[in-house]
């Protein structure tokens, strides 16, 4: 029972997906979100006591990456009070002709 408990969290520490996005509710405390889905990828200071996380979801296709998700989780008083989603591509030409020297690739 243990074992699939380790591998369960394991696969949330990585990044967070669409479906954890929408299972993070407002008034969540923020402790709880990075308890359960891992740290951010970066904690974004707003001023005045708010604090941005930033989860990335990475999608990739034939090892390049296609898109990513963006996930913001605005925070004030250690709780989750507003939350928003930015999708990011590639331009065309950069599918295209160039490989991503960011992204990494298989043999």
Known sequence: MSL???VGCASHSDAMTRLDYNEVTLGTPIDEVTRRLGEPYAIHDRGHGIEEYEYI????????????????LRVVNG?????????????????????????????
């Not at 296709?61 to 913001?72: D, G, I, T």
């Not at 989750?80 to 298989?106: A, G, I, M």
């Open 4 to 6: 699939i408990f380790l």
């Open 57 to 72: 979801e990475r999608v990739s296709m034939n090892n390049e990456l296609v898109y990513e998700n963006h996930y913001f």
């Open 79 to 107: 709780q989750v009070v507003e939350k928003r989603t930015k999708e990011e591509t590639r331009p065309p030409y950069d599918q295209l002709w160039q490989t991503d020297p960011n992204y990494p690739s298989y043999p």
